[in-house]
């Protein structure tokens, strides 16, 4: 991958412990920035943190978090602020899914994945902003899915396709509010990467969906998200905001 920089600069990353967040967290320490990790599983991102610190000699700070609570989230980016100095980028990643359908689905269901995925991105970004105003910077990164854009039969998860969608508006919203004070805000929208939260998807799936929709003549490895991320964090990218850039294959284009 291309070394962008972003020497200097502090990140966090939410859902930092596995998945895609652990790819955002080295793509950035690659590129010379410092990582704050937040997630609930502190044993994990601790390992992650480790091996950021060995192979790119930067900071890497690990806090505990649950990103439903906002007592967590306003404790994490104070948290940042004070070891580090500043806060640059904010990665919103962290999240959940409950695959029912929807007679199945229950209020504590819903009000789960909406507080994992949509609720904790307004909290994170609005506890960002009150770091990133004063600075006159900053890269609001918040990942939603293909899901925002359509549905599909063998996925019955309403609650994950409502705040994927949410996430998107959210974004645009952000990005008007705070672009003049010097933030970009901007979201990815991830196909199917082969991720623990993706474990689900059968083997019927990747041959008759995942397969035919994707337009390249490969699949994704989680490696392949961190330009993506890397590139909106960065300068390269100061003229973009209010964007969801889709990482897909070309699922979305069929």
């Not at 859902?15 to 599983?41: I, N, T, W, Y």
């Not at 990643?93 to 819903?110: E, M, R, V, Y």
């Not at 699949?219 to 590139?231: K, P, Q």
């Amino acid at each position: 991958m291309p070394r962008y920089d972003l020497d200097g600069r502090v990140a966090i990353v939410t859902g930092a412990s596995a998945g895609l967040g652990e790819q955002f967290c080295h793509g950035f320490a690659s590129s010379g920035a410092h990582v704050v990790l937040a997630a609930r599983r502190e044993e994990l991102l601790e390992r992650v943190a480790q091996a950021l610190r060995d192979e790119y000699r930067v900071k890497a700070l690990v806090v505990r978090t649950d990103v439903s609570r906002e007592d967590d989230v306003i404790r994490l980016v104070k948290s940042a602020a004070a070891e580090l100095g500043r806060v640059d980028v904010l990665v919103n990643n962290a999240g959940n899914l409950i695959a029912k359908p929807l007679l199945d689905q229950t209020l504590d269901d819903w009000r789960s994945v909406i507080d994992t995925n949509l609720t904790a991105t307004f909290l994170a970004s609005r506890e960002a902003a009150k770091v990133m105003v004063p600075q006159g910077s900053g890269s609001i990164i918040n990942i939603s899915s293909i899901f925002a854009f359509g549905a599909a039969a063998q996925f019955q998860e309403v609650g994950y396709y409502a705040a994927k969608g949410g996430i998107v508006s959210l974004t645009k919203a952000l990005a008007v509010e705070l672009g003049k004070a010097g933030i970009r805000v901007n979201a990815i929208a991830p196909g199917f990467f082969p991720t623990p939260i993706a474990t689900g998807v059968t083997d019927e799936v990747r041959e008759h969906l995942i397969w035919p929709r994707t337009a390249l003549a490969y699949t994704a490895e989680n490696g392949m998200i961190r330009g993506a991320a890397c590139f909106l964090a960065s300068d390269d990218a100061r003229f973009v905001t209010g964007e969801t850039l889709v990482v897909d294959g070309g699922h979305l284009a069929h």
